[in-house]
T-cell receptor, first 119, second 111 residues
Framework: DTEVTQTPKHLVMGMTNKKSLKCEQH?????MYWYKQKAKKPPELMFV???????INESVPSRFSPECPNSSLLNLHLHALQPEDSALYLC??????????????????FGAGSRLTVL | GEDVEQSLFLSVREGDSSVINCTYT??????LYWYKQEPGAGLQLLTY?????DMKQDQRLTVLLNKKDKHLSLRIADTQTGDSAIYFC???????????FGAGTRLFVKA
């Protein structure tokens, strides 16, 4: 299995709703990422988990709450979002740091994304 | 600071070669990447190059790196309509989690 699977593909929510985005990989990767991508823009890093611990939070508002229940799963909990949060949310994974890869390339495998619309 | 710049649009005829260019500012970047994004999809890694290399070839793809000028290019030989997509240049430091993406070059291939 060489895929990153994201659900749902599309999500429409109101500003008072609580919803979650889910991501799953079975490649044995130990690093998992959330990116946000607005139209005609590059992906912007939000969070990185390494070995199930939050490693990077790029000053993301608290209305986005990540969770990594185990090494294969990554969730993004959404609450009280704003219309400007509408975007494509991409999950990615990478092999993660190992003694051999301490100076290696960070090859990302992306999911197809969850397109979020906030009304 | 870190910055990756690309031209936004390239149009070529089917069968021609495409050359997509990128410049980066962080001289400590150790890996440079090319990702492809088709409409409605995530990004797919095409190839990457270590900063001590000048060139890497992989089937129809040739990557050239000029480290002195901080210039990276991706050449696609015999471009096909299926190559129409957005191509992102990106950089990272060895062992790091942060990958900095350029704005992306939209390649349009005319039949």
């Amino acid at each position: 299995d060489t895929e990153v699977t994201q659900t749902p593909k599309h999500l429409v929510m109101g500003m008072t709703n609580k919803k979650s985005l889910k991501c799953e990989q079975h490649m044995g990767h130990r690093a998992m990422y959330w990116y946000k991508q607005k139209a005609k823009k590059p992906p912007e890093l939000m969070f990185v988990y390494s070995y199930e611990k939050l490693s990077i939070n790029e000053s993301v508002p608290s209305r986005f709450s990540p969770e990594c229940p185990n090494s294969s799963l990554l969730n993004l909990h959404l609450h009280a979002l704003q219309p400007e949060d509408s975007a494509l949310y991409l999950c990615a994974s990478s092999p993660g740091p190992t003694p051999r890869a301490l100076s290696g390339a960070n090859v990302l495998t992306f999911g197809a994304g969850s397109r979020l619309t906030v009304l | 600071g870190e910055d990756v710049e690309q031209s936004l649009f390239l149009s070529v005829r089917e069968g021609d070669s495409s050359v997509i260019n990128c410049t980066y500012t962080d001289s400590s970047s150790t890996y440079l990447y090319w990702y492809k994004q088709e409409p409605g999809a995530g990004l797919q890694l095409l190839t990457y190059i270590f900063s001590n290399m000048d060139m890497k070839q992989d089937q129809r793809l040739t990557v050239l790196l000029n480290k002195k000028d901080k210039h990276l290019s991706l050449r696609i030989a015999d471009t096909q309509t299926g190559d129409s997509a957005i191509y992102f240049c990106a950089e990272s430091k060895g062992g790091g989690f942060k990958t900095i993406f350029g704005a992306g070059t939209r390649l349009f291939v005319k039949a």
